[in-house]
Structures are given as C-alpha cells and as structure tokens.
C-alpha cells in the first residue's frame, strides 16, 4: 500500500484511540466529581461556611441558568465579547463540561424533547428512568461529544473552543482560590475544609438542582404542585419552589412553550431570577436585546414591544 494511501487509515485509528482515551478520561473525572460530596465526612463540620456555600451554590446556578441556558443555547439575549467570556467562565465553574457542549446537548433536548434524540429524556428510548436523566446520561456515550451541526453559531468564538478544552483550568482557579482563602485563614477554617464548603458543597447543590430540570421538572417523579400552563408536545411542568431555587429553570413548561424568551416566570408567584440579573444587567449596559415575546409579555402582564 502506498504510503499517501495508509496515512488516512493511520490518522483515522490514532484519532479513534485519542477520543477512546479522552472519553475514558472524562468519564473518570465526572465520576469522581460525583463522589466528591462524600470529603464532607472528612474535614471537621464547619456551619461558619454553610450560608457561603448556599450563597456560592445559587450564584453557580444563576451563571448555568443565565449563561449555559437562556444566552448560549437559547441566545434570550446579546451581549459583548467580553462579558460573553465572563458568562463561559461563570457557567463552566458548574463543572457541567463546556458551554459548547451543554448548549449542543439543550438544543437537542428542545428539538426532540421527551422523544428518541432527547439526550436526557426520563422517557427516551436510547435511555430512559430517572439515574438516566438525572445523572448517567452525561457520560452516556451517544451525548459523549458536542455535534457541530447544533452549535455553528457558538464555534465562531476561539475562546469558547479554548475553554471547551481547557474548562478544568476555571475550575483549578476557583478550587484553589477556595483553599488559599482557608490556607490563609482568611475564613477561619483549613485549607481543605475551605476547599469543601466553598468549592464542592456549591458544586454538589448546582448539579443536583439543574439536573431536576430533566427529571422533575420533566414529571420523573411528578412533584406534589407541579402544573402545566401550556400544552406542549413534552411533558414539561411547572413547580414554584423548584422556579425559585433553579432561577426560574423550574418554571420548565413555560420555558417549553417560549424558549427563546429571556422572561421565564409569568405569573405573579414565578419568581424568575435569571431575568431580573438580566434586567438588572441590561440596566448597567452589560446586555442588550433582551427577547420577550408579546405572547410572554401578555401573560406577565407587562407592556406589549
Ligand atoms: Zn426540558
Ligand atoms: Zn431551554
């Protein structure tokens, strides 16, 4: 065989052990990041940093909801350049992969919702049950990379693309500005008790609540008080409580119905988080064109556009 014609097959193998290599490699470091939680039985109790870690917790949930959700899978918004990055950072903090990826998969997740091609539908015949849509379908390995087709509009960025390879390093800063905060005794407590409750406890309480959105929020299991506001084709509901603590993911039919809205909460007990950082930022100049259908905008009773 000639050498020109043995390179493709070459480069093909060596590719195909790279992303083995790779997917093996991640698929490790998610499944200990879900074993993390357990260093709470291993550092002595610290209720000084229990108020920090929530406060950390819901801001991790706030860049999910506002950065990964409403502006980089649904674009509910637009911004500049930089607080773009600002948004990537943030949202990568989660330790959800990358915001590329995190986009490629919702994207899929509102073209098939509840269908076959769902990445995460409780109900999805490649999957399916509540481990499934809560947790295993992150490493499941049709979700294993972002397919390019959903996220052109994204991939345009060169930052986005480093922090798709490089989200660890987000994640080293802010676990080892957690440790030289304790280190230090900045906070009153050691190194590694700091690393704990400012680092994994905020991380354990954001993965939990954004994954409900899959499950509970998708009816597996249907919560006392979940409601549907809008027929949709998916079995998305409504839950007050879950609205508040996912700043407003949780008002999940209502996101079905309108998902390119950047207002999600409509009635007057839906309390939306996300949208008023958003206002609160368009406000200050950080970001424009904020999109609220007229549709939305009756509902919430707000003026027509
Ligand atoms: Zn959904
Ligand atoms: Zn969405």
Redesign the pocket.
Known sequence: MKREQMAPAVAREGGRLRYRLRRAVTVTVLFLHQCLWLSVFLVPWQPALLAPALLLGWLLILGVEMGN??YF??RSFTTGRVFQFVLAWWATLAFQRSVLWWACM?RQ??RFSDQPGDPHSPYAAAGGGFLYAHLNWGVAERNASADPHYIRDLLAYPELRWLERFGYVPNLVYAGGAYLLGHLGWVGTSGAQAVVWLYVVPLFICQHVISSQATLAHGAPRLPGSYRSFSTGDRSLNHVLLGLISCG?GYHNN??RF?GSARVGMRWYEVDLAYLAIKALQRVGLVHKVSIPNQVRRHAGMEQA
């Open positions: 959700h409403r899978s649904h919702h997740h509102h993911g996101h079905h998902p």
